[in-house]
């Protein structure tokens, strides 16, 4: 069984910078992308960004050169690093695992609320 745990999150003022870090455990294949994604009230839940195994990124373009994705391969944690925050940045968060291996396998955390406010 695969878990997620997330950390990080909370309030920050605007053009803030926060970090949010997850931990996945279990039975992982080492071919898989971790990501973020985010759902604000009344949305539908979003891409943040995404990584690879192998170190591809991508970036929705809200967050582009805002937001910067990395992951530890050996220790199956993914962090998203984020900065010059905006209101509209503010929203549940949820780390995102997934990899195919004649199905396709799809995993999520619990999220974390972010809130960018004065």
């Known amino acids: 069984q695969v878990q997620l745990v997330e950390s990080g999150g909370g309030l920050v003022q605007p053009g803030g910078s926060l970090r949010l870090s997850c931990a996945a455990s279990g039975s992982i294949s080492s071919t898989n992308a971790m990501g973020w994604y985010r759902q604000a009230p009344g949305k539908q839940r979003e891409l943040v960004a995404t990584i690879t195994n192998g170190g591809t990124t991508n970036y929705a373009d809200s967050v582009k050169g805002r937001f910067t994705i990395s992951r530890d391969n050996a220790k199956n944690t993914v962090t998203l690093q984020m900065s010059s925050l905006k209101p509209e940045d503010t929203a549940v968060y949820y780390c995102?695992?997934?990899?195919?291996?004649?199905?396709?396998?799809?995993?999520w955390g619990q999220g974390t609320q972010v809130t960018v406010s004065s």
């Open positions: 995102n695992l997934s990899w195919r291996r004649f199905v396709v396998y799809n995993y």
